[in-house]
């Protein structure tokens, strides 16, 4: 079977089962592998990629379900080997860590500063409850996103 994606701006081809789970289309084809399928149940978030600019679990999402529609990998967030904003702004709050749960955070956080950028430190909270760490606090993110929150992030 051949399936046709959009991922990170370029339209890509797949000769995948439709019920493959997208995650493994993006690792194992496409050699993106900034989503991890970590938990394969929905629980962690470390898979959260963005379809139609939403947070969604690419490890729940049969590739066939995201034909015809917009997919965006954590790789699609800097350019020309620039970190984005948000990027930026997690490496001056000292927000990084281990890298296992951080794509899906920064995926999850795009979306969310990009649609509503006036977010309060509970909202920010509320947003992440599907991404779990166990390296973290979360402060240190929480604080990172807050300190984008007056502009939108960009593309």
Do not use: W
Request: with cysteine; glycine share 8%.
């Amino acid at each position: 079977m051949t399936l046709r994606l959009h991922v990170n701006g370029e339209d890509r081809v797949s000769r995948s089962d439709a019920m493959t789970p997208l995650v493994d289309v993006l690792r194992d084809e496409f050699n993106l592998t900034g989503a991890k399928p970590v938990c394969r149940e929905g629980f962690c978030g470390a898979c959260t990629v963005l379809l139609d600019e939403e947070p969604a679990k690419s490890h729940l999402l049969p590739c066939g379900f995201t034909e015809g529609r917009t997919i965006r990998t954590v790789e699609d967030l800097s350019s020309c080997g620039m970190f984005s904003d948000l990027q930026r702004a997690m490496v001056d709050h000292d927000a990084v860590r281990c890298g296992m749960c951080f794509p899906g955070m920064l995926m999850t956080l795009t979306s969310v500063l990009h649609h509503h950028p006036a977010r309060s430190r509970d909202e920010i909270r509320a947003a992440l409850s599907g991404n779990l760490c166990r390296c973290t606090g979360y402060e240190r993110i929480v604080d990172a996103a807050l300190s984008l929150a007056p502009a939108a992030v960009a593309r």
